[in-house]
């Protein structure tokens, strides 16, 4: 079964059908949730799996029916698939390819890494708070279902340390943080140990893409791909691509 065909049935088990979080969703008139998918099963394809995690969904539109999997995968087929244009050039994406290129070889697609949020939702585009977010995780809370499908090899949350309990709240308060290097403060750059997450798959939690560009810590993304290129050929999981 591909990828995307377990994503769709896991999307539906928990989402069609469940009115205590649309009753809630609807009330607050939050946008949402974020759904992934394989374009064109290129993520499936990928010879290295990368998980791109951000902040929150932003970017929904609020006419997407809010408890529709298929609507909301194509969404965010066209939306990704819209970021590989020449006019998406934001700190994001651009931190996105960086990342990827460090283990793609010329023979793959842009399209082989997968991208979600913290935070499935959003208020008006912008963050919901941490009350909030617990009270939407009490009613759906797929990020550990998601990762336990896709098996990345390599997951980054570019969502900086104020999100760092809503990561918590996702794995029953069980993340643990550690600095990855002397010079720099955990705040800013930490590698992540959650439980039930194959210890080969390196996690990675930096500051966003937009405030590294800003306080020129751009290079932080070089520490990430070098990192996690040294560990990854220790464990036997990268050859010399």
Known sequence: ?????????????????????????????????????SIENHYDLAKYKILIIGQEAGWLDSKVVKDNVSELLEHYTNY???????????????AAKTITQFFKPDSESELNYLWTNVSKYSDDGGPIAIEMQ????????????????IQPDLIVFFSGPNYDQAIQMQFDNQVKFKRVNSNIPEKEFAQLTIPNISDKTKIYRTYHPRTLQQQQKWFYLDIIGHEARSRSRTDGCLGDA
């Open 1 to 37: 079964m591909s990828i995307n065909q377990k994503l769709l049935n896991y999307y539906g088990a928990e989402i069609s059908g469940n009115k205590k979080l649309m009753e809630y969703v609807v009330e607050n008139e939050l946008y949402g949730p974020l759904l992934m998918s």
């Open 80 to 94: 990704k698939m819209a970021s590989k244009s020449p006019e998406r050039n934001s700190p994001f994406w651009r």
């Open 134 to 149: 617990g009270e939407i995780l009490n009613r759906l809370n797929l990020l550990p279902g998601e990762i336990e499908i």
